[in-house]
Structure formats: C-alpha cells, structure tokens
C-alpha cells in the first residue's frame, strides 16, 4: 500500500487517505478519473481495497496506534512505517478514528433493524414420541424477544444436541468476526 502511495507527494496523500475514509463514511470517495495518471485500474482497486481494510481493521479491532504500528505490516499496510507516506496514513487514522468507528457501528447497524430484548430457555428430556418408545433425548426450548422497528415478537425454537452445538458455533464464529 505505501509503494503505490508514494507515487503521490506526502501532502496529497494525507489528502488521499482523508478521501478513501470519506468514502468509508457513506460520503464521496476519491475519484479514479483524478489520479488516472498516478495509477493503473488494478492498482487503483489494490490501493483502495488496502487502505480501507487497513482502517477497517485498525478501527475495528480498537487498536492502539504502537498495535496499530506493530500489525501494518501484517495487514498489508505498513511495510515502512517510518516513511512519511505511512505516517500520513497513520495521522489520517489518528485524526479520524471516531468518524470511522461510527461508520462501521452504523454498517453493522444497518444489516438488520431487529434486536434481541430478552430470552429464556428450558431444558426438557423426551422420554418417548409417538414412534419411538424410549427416546431418553435432551432437547433445549430456547425463546427469543425480539425487538424490529417498534413490534415485540416471540420466535421460539427446540433444538437437540447437535442442533444446538450448531447454533453455538455459529455464534462463536459470528462473535470472531466482530472482535
């Protein structure tokens, strides 16, 4: 990512990067036809693609700017962190931190308008069913209030084992990718 931006003096990079986290915040990004000269199509796409994951991730992880420092490189970003490009990347991130956090609470906000309020669970032993005499299988009854728009609505499920291990690691997995 810093190759390609110091292809650009340090003064238009931090202009760059302010535009590439506009571009994060919902408003207008930077234009391809302005730096047309600067950058091939699939460079332009490489840098873009970089410098929003990088403030992505730095935001996203809540990461003090020595992690920040210490991970760049690991992130693709900032392989010389002592040159002035990286350290107009970093003073962009430094300036706008807050503005991109919010950008991200209002990304995740927006895939869906329903929230948990509360939930309850059981835990229930089949001893039979109508097929089978002796069954002997636990099964959870798991009852979720969920909150969209301004209507409470109940969705109730049962689960065994397995199915319940499944919607455990499904969380767990969910809950990764958030931190």
């Given at each position: 990512m810093v190759v390609l931006l110091s292809r650009l003096p340090a003064t238009e990079c931090i202009k760059f990067c302010h535009r590439v986290v506009d571009g994060l915040c919902g408003r207008e990004?930077?234009?391809?036809?302005?730096?047309?000269?600067?950058?091939?199509?699939?460079?332009?796409?490489?840098?873009?693609?970089?410098?929003?994951?990088?403030?992505r991730r730095a935001v996203g992880s809540d990461s003090s700017e020595e992690e920040v420092r210490a991970r760049g490189v690991c992130w693709g970003g900032l392989a010389d962190v002592g040159s002035s490009h990286a350290e107009a990347v970093l003073s962009v991130l430094r300036a706008r931190r807050e503005e991109i956090h919010h950008a991200l609470l209002d990304r995740t906000n927006s895939i869906s308008s329903a929230t948990l309020q509360d939930f309850d669970w059981q835990l229930k032993l089949s001893l039979s069913s109508d097929k089978i005499s002796s069954l002997h299988t636990p099964l959870l009854s798991l009852s979720l209030d969920v909150r969209e728009d301004a209507?409470?609505?109940?969705?109730?499920?049962?689960?065994?084992?397995?199915?319940?291990?499944?919607?455990?690691?499904?969380?767990?997995?969910?809950?990764?990718v958030i931190l």
């Open positions: 990004p930077p234009r391809r036809s302005e730096h047309s000269t600067t950058w091939s199509p699939e460079e332009w796409l490489q840098l873009l693609d970089s410098l929003s994951a990088f403030y209507a409470l609505r109940s969705v109730t499920m049962e689960m065994n084992r397995e199915e319940l291990n499944t919607l455990i690691s499904s969380l767990e997995a969910a809950n990764k």
